[in-house]
């Protein structure tokens, strides 16, 4: 089983629709969670850390439910400019290193 | 402009024939890090440096070393390449830690 799994979509949706993933971890000693984007051929970039109150950055809401190990991500009012593979990452400190998942790949159509 | 830079960003050579990734951050950041990207598998941590002449394994470390002499710089080196090292390489760096990090635009192998 991968430490950090997602489906790898893609989600194909309409613009204006609201999407939501889902990622699941394994190590429950996880400690900081993070939402990447990355474009096609292009290096990730950080959009959203997730804290366990939940949080929400304009049209995108993450959540974490560490009894499930699971975290999300809610984008609303999809944007064509939003077409990309969001990369759930997990944080576990005494191994002091990231953990990404595949990413999940999102295509938002006129 | 802060930034991480990787050179080169495409590069194809041939198996056994050593090679060297340059990796370089103007942010004074201390933790640095580097990636390989593969279809299906996301990305994967090869090496990782908390600070100067500090350096660690990450999930993958077999077949490539990396040193950590200046701040600012992160090489990584392929002794003998081959071709199951052909993927897409990125570096990264970050203030402190792991969290929160800024990568490079990723260099492109091909190990023929």
């Known amino acids: 089983r991968k430490e950090v799994e997602q489906d790898p979509g893609p989600f194909n949706v309409p613009e204006g629709a609201t999407v939501a993933f889902n990622c699941t971890y394994s190590n429950s000693a996880s400690q900081s969670f993070f939402w990447y984007r990355q474009d096609c051929r292009k290096e990730p970039k950080l959009l959203m850390s997730?804290?366990?109150s939940g949080n929400e950055d304009g049209r995108f809401t993450a959540q974490l439910n560490r009894a499930s190990q699971y975290i999300s991500l809610l984008i609303r009012d999809s944007k064509l400019s939003d077409s990309a593979t969001y990369l759930c990452v997990v944080y576990y400190n005494a191994g002091n290193m990231l953990t990404f998942g595949g990413g999940t790949r999102l295509m938002v159509k006129p | 402009e802060a930034q991480v830079t990787q050179n080169p960003r495409y590069l194809i050579t041939v198996t056994g024939k050593k090679l060297t990734v340059t990796c370089s951050q103007n942010m004074n950041h201390e933790y640095m890090s580097w990636y390989r990207q593969d279809p299906g598998l996301g990305l994967r941590q090869i090496y990782y440096s908390m600070n100067v002449e500090v350096t660690d394994k990450g999930d993958v470390p077999e077949g490539y070393k990396v040193s950590r002499k200046e701040k600012r710089n992160f090489p990584l080196i392929l002794e003998s390449p081959s071709p199951n090292q052909t993927s897409l390489y990125f570096c990264a760096s970050s203030l402190e830690g792991p969290m929160a990090q800024h990568f490079g635009d990723g260099t492109r192998l091909s190990i023929l």
């Open positions: 997730v804290y366990s």
